[in-house]
Structure formats: C-alpha cells, structure tokens
C-alpha cells in the first residue's frame, strides 16, 4: 500500500452506482434498467482560493465538505434521474438536459450545500434542546454536554438505522460498501476484478460515515468550554461553532487515516468503522462491477492527464 495512493482516491455511492473522484475528473457509474452501465464525467476544477484553503489546517475540512456536497449532489442527481430511464427515451431526455444543464450545475450544487448545512443543524439543535428538558435533573454544564451528545449519538444511529430499512436506501449502502471494497482492493495492490473486489473489507478509514461521528465526539469536547445556560445562548453557541467542529472532526479523520497500520493507534479509527456497519452493506456481484468501472473511468482520465504532461496538483478531498 502505499501513502500516495491512499491520499488521493475518494468516491460516494449513489442510486444504483458509484461516483469516484480523481486528479483530473469525477466520475458516475450508473446501472441503467436495460442492464448497461451510462457514466457521467464531470471535470475536476478548483479555484485557486479554494486551494489555498484547502491548504490550511481545521479550514480545509470545512471548504472541502462544501466542495464535495455540491459536487456529490450534481452526481446524486444524475443517477436519480438516469438509472430507471429506458434506452427509448434518451432522445428527449438528452434534449431536457441540455436546456436545463446551467440550472442543474447552479441549483443543485447549492441545493447540496443548503441540504448539508440543513441537515447539521437540526443535528446540532434538536439534541441541545432534548438534553435542556433534563436540566432540573442533571444540572451541571459536563452532565448536560455528555446527555447532549449522547442524544445526539442516538438520534444519528436511528436515523441511520430506519432510512436503511428502505430498498432503495439499502441499495445505495450497499454501493457504499462496493465502493469501500474498490479503493481497498486499489490501495493493497489487488487487482480489480469482481471475484478480488468481493474478498476485501466494506469498511474504510477516510468514510465520510466516520467523519459524521467524529462530529459528535468533537462536539462533545468543545462544547465543554461553552456555557449551556440559558438555553437561547446555548443554542445559537452550537450553531457558531458547526465550523469549528466540522474543522477539527476533519483532522481527526485525516489523523485516523495516517496512522491506520500503527499498532495501538489503528484503535482511534474503531468507532468510525463500527459506524460503517450500519452505512454500508455487503454488495453483490454486479454492484461491485458497476463501482470498477467508475473507478477505471478515472484511473484511464488520470492517466490520459499524465501522458498529456499536464501537472495538477490538486488534492482529492
């Protein structure tokens, strides 16, 4: 395995397929009803402010989570769309989506960003006002933090847990899964075959599933140096310090990340993976073969960028 490969391969699965990120391009692998396999390649551009954040310790998990919420969004919106569409109506579909593709790239990037941002505060929120009704009960700022959190915790896992009893939710973990077990397989050096992809682990250090729970043990943690009364002041500190959390949970995981194969420090990454288990499932055959070819999409754009002479330096977030 090597330290290069690690750091620069990510992916997302959507409805009915995988989305991977490389040097030069994203690329969406979807299952169409008809059996085939259609790709959408997206590619890879970034500001130089943006890269210059993204240099920045505790910023750049911040921009690089805006980032990738629009552009998983765009992906996402793509295989809702294209997975269940016959071959006979590509014609009008594709007249659609030239029309509308300015408003698809401009609104539905900001929509990913809005939803994510959304989503994060109601997290961050509703466990602040649960553990508040226990105040009379368990007064003390560390005991309201740690049943804040541990409200939070609960409130994750079961959101988790009951969208996953959902078919369509149940595929796309199991494409997460499939996508897990593609960069395993690319990262120990196995080739990339159905039968050699099956055999390697769902789970993976750099999830974005152990991000999420990182938040909330981050959380934990810095919501020890606020005050938690009154409740108004409470409330809008959580809000303030999303960045602040989301910057250090982001560390976290690049620190889990680095020291994975350490003895004894390979342990920090445990409740992330134990997450996973829940995030993701084990997936079949033809799953996994529509995540290899996402991901040799990207290699063979990686490489076309290579022979080109083209340098790009930019980092996979």
Not at 116 to 136: H, N, Q, S, W
Not at 244 to 264: A, D, H, Y
């Amino acid at each position: 395995m090597t330290d290069k490969k690690t750091a620069t391969y990510g992916g997302q699965a959507v409805v009915e397929g995988v989305m991977f990120a490389g040097k030069s391009s994203y690329v969406t692998a979807v299952r169409r009803k008809d059996e085939s396999i259609e790709y959408f390649e997206v590619e890879r551009k970034e500001s130089k402010v943006a890269n210059r954040l993204k240099k920045i310790p505790f910023l750049r998990g911040l921009v690089s989570l805006i980032q990738a919420s629009a552009n998983g969004t765009k992906h996402l919106n793509f295989s809702t769309e294209r997975y269940d569409v016959h071959p006979d109506e590509d014609e009008s579909i594709q007249q659609e989506e030239q029309t509308s593709k300015l408003a698809m790239i401009l609104g539905v990037g900001a929509l990913g960003v809005l939803s994510f941002f959304f989503g994060k505060l109601i997290f961050t929120v509703t466990p602040a006002l649960v553990a508040d009704l226990f105040e009379p009960i368990i007064s003390s700022r560390a005991g309201q933090v740690a049943l804040e959190s541990f409200f939070k915790l609960i409130l994750l896992l079961a959101y988790i847990y009951f969208i996953s009893l959902t078919p369509i939710i149940k595929r796309v973990f199991q494409y997460h899964g499939a996508e897990h077990m593609v960069i395993n397989a690319y990262e120990s050096g196995s080739p990339l075959t159905v039968e050699e992809v099956q055999k390697q682990s769902r789970l993976h250090y750099r999830c974005g599933s152990s991000f999420i729970l990182f938040t909330v043990i981050v959380g934990m943690f810095v919501y020890m140096f606020v005050a938690t009364d009154p409740l108004w002041w409470r409330i809008v500190n959580r809000i303030f310090l999303i960045p602040v959390v989301i910057g250090i949970s982001f560390e976290v995981l690049q620190l889990t990340n680095k020291v994975r194969n350490v003895p004894g420090l390979k342990v920090l990454g445990y409740p992330g993976l134990w997450l996973q288990l829940l995030t993701t499932k084990a997936p079949k055959d033809d799953q996994v073969e529509v995540a290899i070819h996402s991901f040799k999409k990207v290699l063979e754009n990686d490489e076309n960028l290579r022979k080109s002479g083209i340098e790009n330096s930019r980092v996979i977030s």
